[in-house]
């Protein structure tokens, strides 16, 4: 997405918001895949049943890709929150602080908090949707994605988007930070012309 986005401009790095919108695409992609394992999975955890089994109940068009919609939105910020946001943030602080940030290390901390922020609470709406939705492909109880949030809503008001949250956001505070390090340890590895 990065070279798309860069084309032939002569630039090596993108602009904060088109980081953003790579992050954002690349997380909404990866739902294609991600979406239908994670149906098979909870299903799995209902059901008790195999994959093989599981999966043959729902690979059919009209419920293979439930929940596909709150999975690209969960995975589209989910990902431009951990590999979009602690960089920008990164930078930012070392540009504008750099007496503090002396080092990418120094500054990690904060932006992963950042990250990990934006991508929790930006992203647990539409997972909590989405859970409901793929663990009850009967739709008893849940419908639609409107009619899941108003049954969601109608429970437990507007908190019962965010249960579990605050967990979810430790977890990815320190998700975000072992990624954004690992990415700066591997990534001149792995591409040494880009990182000379």
Same mark, same amino acid.
């Given at each position: 997405?990065?070279?798309?986005?860069?084309?032939?401009?002569? $630039?090596? +790095?993108? *602009?904060?918001? &088109?980081?953003?919108?790579?992050?954002?695409?690349?997380?909404?992609?990866?739902?294609?895949?991600?979406?239908?394992?994670?149906?098979?999975?909870?299903? +799995?955890?209902?059901?008790?049943?195999?994959?093989?089994?599981?999966?043959?109940?729902?690979?059919?068009?009209?419920?293979?890709?439930?929940?596909?919609?709150?999975?690209?939105?969960?995975?589209?910020?989910?990902?431009?929150?951990?590999?979009?946001?602690?960089?920008?943030?990164?930078?930012?602080?070392? &540009? +504008?602080?750099?007496? *503090?940030?002396?080092?990418?290390? *120094?500054? $990690?901390?904060?932006?992963?908090?950042?990250?990990?922020?934006?991508?929790?609470?930006?992203?647990?709406?539409?997972?909590?949707?989405?859970?409901?939705?793929?663990?009850?492909?009967? $739709?008893?109880?849940?419908?639609?994605?409107? &009619?899941?949030?108003?049954?969601?809503?109608?429970?437990?008001?507007?908190?019962?988007?965010?249960?579990?949250?605050?967990? $979810?956001?430790?977890?990815?505070?320190?998700?975000?930070?072992?990624?954004?390090?690992?990415?700066?340890?591997?990534?001149?590895?792995?591409?040494?012309?880009?990182?000379?």
């Amino acid at each position: 997405l990065k070279k798309v986005v860069l084309g032939d401009s002569g $630039r090596t +790095q993108l *602009k904060p918001h &088109e980081e953003m919108a790579c992050g954002i695409g690349a997380g909404v992609v990866s739902a294609l895949a991600g979406s239908p394992l994670e149906l098979v999975m909870i299903q +799995q955890q209902r059901k008790g049943t195999g994959f093989l089994a599981t999966a043959g109940t729902v690979a059919n068009p009209a419920t293979a890709m439930r929940g596909f919609t709150c999975a690209a939105i969960r995975e589209g910020l989910w990902t431009c929150g951990y590999l979009s946001i602690p960089p920008i943030v990164r930078r930012n602080l070392r &540009e +504008q602080f750099p007496e *503090k940030f002396d080092t990418d290390n *120094k500054a $990690r901390v904060p932006a992963a908090l950042l990250g990990g922020l934006f991508a929790c609470y930006l992203t647990h709406p539409a997972d909590t949707i989405k859970t409901c939705m793929q663990g009850d492909i009967e $739709r008893v109880k849940y419908g639609s994605f409107t &009619e899941t949030a108003k049954a969601v809503m109608s429970e437990s008001g507007f908190t019962g988007f965010f249960r579990g949250a605050t967990f $979810r956001y430790g977890r990815m505070c320190c998700a975000v930070f072992m990624m954004d390090y690992l990415q700066a340890l591997v990534g001149p590895m792995l591409y040494p012309a880009k990182f000379a």
